[in-house]
T-cell receptor, first 115, second 112 residues
Framework: GAVVSQHPSWVICKSGTSVKIECRSL??????MFWYRQFPKQSLMLMAT?????????EQGVEKDKFLINHASLTLSTLTVTSAHPEDSSFYICSARSAGNGGYTFGSGTRLTVV | GDSVTQMEGPVTLSEEAFLTINCTYT??????LFWYVQYPGEGLQLLLKATKADDKGSNKGFEATYRKETTSFHLEKGSVQVSDSAVYFCALGTQGAQKLVFGQGTRLTINP
């Protein structure tokens, strides 16, 4: 079946530094990638949608200069949290939509802790 | 706008009990409906889906039927196991809009 590999699974960084999270579709081409943020015991909040080769579309209230999304190829998207602060600590999950069957596959998530 | 409302949790049951988690939706057009499951510390896994009215999705003993007349997609399982403990999310995807809309999630705990 379709697999999305998300790395790292967890990361701890110092306040003010940047962190990059990668998502790769391993056996299919993902025309669209989605990035979500999930707070403890809450639902997923969509942050942005990115299509390969074009700029990401951010949801209202999400700072595009803080959460940089790159989707340079049909198998790779990255989310960079710039100048991270403790309030950015969260669980980040990516999802890829297959160009073939339109199905959605989720990564295993990244737990970010900013200290 | 499109939205999904799920039964509030947490839900705690004993092993072999019958499970129902309610989900209703509001959408324009004819959405596809999904149930996803999230185990602790992991991403979401597709549990089942239905793409049109009266379709029944099923997987691992779980079932849900797409009811257009009541705009519902309730999740059921006849006999739950401890390993079913997880958070369950109902979601919809609409034609033309690429993103999924999620419900708030229902935490399920099954006690032996």
């Amino acid at each position: 079946g379709a697999v999305v590999s998300q790395h790292p699974s967890w990361v701890i960084c110092k306040s003010g530094t940047s962190v990059k999270i990668e998502c790769r579709s391993l056996d299919f081409q993902a025309t669209t990638m989605f990035w979500y943020r999930q707070f403890p015991k809450q639902s997923l909040m969509l942050m942005a949608t990115s299509n390969e080769g074009s700029k990401a579309t951010y949801e209202q209230g999400v700072e595009k200069d803080k959460f940089l999304i790159n989707h340079a190829s049909l198998t790779l998207s990255t989310l960079t949290v710039t100048s991270a602060h403790p309030e950015d600590s969260s669980f980040y999950i990516c999802s890829a939509r297959s160009a073939g069957n339109g199905g959605y596959t989720f990564g295993s998530g990244t737990r970010l802790t900013v200290v | 706008g499109d939205s999904v409302t799920q039964m509030e949790g947490p839900v705690t049951l004993s092993e072999e009990a019958f499970l129902t988690i309610n989900c209703t939706y509001t959408a324009t057009g004819y959405p596809s409906l999904f149930w996803y499951v999230q185990y602790p510390g992991e991403g979401l896994q597709l549990l089942l889906k239905a793409t049109k009215a009266d379709d029944k999705g099923s997987n691992k003993g779980f079932e849900a039927t797409y009811r257009k007349e009541t705009t519902s997609f309730h999740l059921e399982k006849g006999s739950v196991q401890v390993s079913d403990s997880a958070v369950y999310f109902c979601a919809l995807g609409t034609q033309g809009a690429q993103k999924l809309v999620f419900g708030q999630g229902t935490r399920l705990t099954i006690n032996p």
